[in-house]
């Protein structure tokens, strides 16, 4: 079956870094364009940023404010995110998921625009 395992969440100082990996098994990942959420205590799930099929095209939320990036890699079947400039309210845990398309203009900024979900990383930031 299909999973989604996300890794490198953790404590981290605010304006410190994290990277975070998400590994998926059981689709073919290619075929799969990839999305980060989060959700904070007492509130919704939200978007963060997502990657297209290929990565051919990445969407951000704006309170992003280039700070973080997503990345992909293929050959390993692992999506990224790199958190930057960390702040106390990107507390949260921070979920992987994926969207069988392969159009290239995919936005995902929708909960529903995704078939699997990972179990989610908690990130941590103090101040």
């Known amino acids: 079956q299909v999973q989604l395992v996300e890794s490198g969440g953790g404590l981290v100082q605010a304006g410190g870094s994290l990277r975070l990996s998400c590994a998926a098994s059981?689709?073919?990942?290619?075929?799969?364009?990839m999305g980060w959420f989060r959700q904070a205590p007492g509130k919704e799930r939200e978007f963060v940023a997502a990657?297209?099929?290929?990565?051919?095209?990445?969407n951000y939320a704006d309170f992003v404010k280039g700070r973080f990036t997503i990345s992909r890699d293929d050959a390993k079947n692992t999506v990224y995110l790199q958190l930057n400039g960390l702040n106390s309210e990107d507390t949260a845990i921070y979920y992987c998921?994926?969207?069988?398309?392969?159009?290239?203009?995919?936005?995902?900024?929708?909960?529903?625009?995704?078939?699997?979900w990972g179990q989610g990383t908690q990130v941590t930031v103090s101040s």
């Open positions: 998921a994926a969207a069988r398309t392969l159009t290239s203009s995919f936005t995902g900024r929708v909960v529903g625009d995704y078939n699997y």
């Open positions: 059981g689709l073919i990942f290619g075929n799969y364009a």
């Open positions: 990657i297209s099929w290929r990565g051919v095209m990445k």
